[in-house]
T-cell receptor, first 111, second 112 residues
Framework: QKEVEQDPGPLSVPEGAIVSLNCTYS??????FMWYRQYSRKGPELLMY????GNKEDGRFTAQVDKSSKYISLFIRDSQPSDSATYLC???????????FGSGTQLTVLP | EAQVTQNPRYLITVTGKKLTVTCSQN?????MSWYRQDPGLGLRQIYY???????DKGDVPEGYKVSRKEKRNFPLILESPSPNQTSLYFC???????????FGPGTRLLVL
């Protein structure tokens, strides 16, 4: 079993939809949780960062961490075609840089 | 412009022919790292470096070497490439005072 599981999709939604992306994990020591966005033929870029449990909001993006369920989510409100990308969850126990990544979910937002 | 650069971006080689992928960052970051990305497996860390002359193994270091002689450069060396090293490789850098890792554009390697 992988330490981090992420539904690979692909996920296709109409413009304006609310998107929910999720990851589950097995290592209870994880305490740094991140979401990266990766456009086609580009390197990943950090989208959201959360330490320990709770919610964090940044514009149209909300990250949630439920450590009791070992489950993290990224919500995208009012999705736009420019949100079309692969979204990678990543997490770590001891350092925000020693990350274990999920395999990524490919999202397409249709105009 | 703050960035991480990698060269080459695309490389086709044959089994056993030594190659080096260069990585350079202009942000004066202490931390640098190499990852490989494979379908269904996500990003896996190969090696990382906390500062000049300090390197350590990541999750999948077998078949790779690195060096950190200068702060800005962190080359990845494949002494004897094999087909199972065909992958998409990313270099990343980070300041030790922040969580964000900045990734390069990637190097797509095909080993025949």
């Amino acid at each position: 079993q992988k330490e981090v599981e992420q539904d690979p999709g692909p996920l296709s939604v109409p413009e304006g939809a609310i998107v929910s992306l999720n990851c589950t994990y097995s290592n209870s020591a994880f305490q740094y949780f991140m979401w990266y966005r990766q456009y086609s033929r580009k390197g990943p870029e950090l989208l959201m960062y959360t330490y320990s449990s709770g919610n964090k909001e940044d514009g149209r993006f909300t990250a949630q961490v439920d450590k009791s369920s070992k489950y993290i989510s990224l919500f995208i409100r009012d999705s736009q075609p420019s949100d079309s990308a692969t979204y990678l969850c990543a997490m770590s126990s001891g350092s925000a840089r020693q990350l274990t990544f999920g395999s990524g979910t490919q999202l397409t937002v249709l105009p | 412009e703050a960035q991480v650069t990698q060269n080459p971006r695309y490389l086709i080689t044959v089994t056993g022919k030594k190659l080096t992928v260069t990585c350079s960052q202009n942000m004066n970051h202490e931390y640098m790292s190499w990852y490989r990305q494979d379908p269904g497996l996500g990003l896996r860390q190969i090696y990382y470096s906390m500062n000049v002359e300090v390197t350590d193994k990541g999750d999948v270091p077998e078949g790779y070497k690195v060096s950190r002689k200068e702060k800005r450069n962190f080359p990845l060396i494949l002494e004897s490439p094999s087909p199972n090293q065909t992958s998409l490789y990313f270099c990343a850098s980070s300041s030790l005072s922040e969580e964000t890792q900045y990734f390069g554009p990637g190097t797509r390697l095909l080993v025949l």
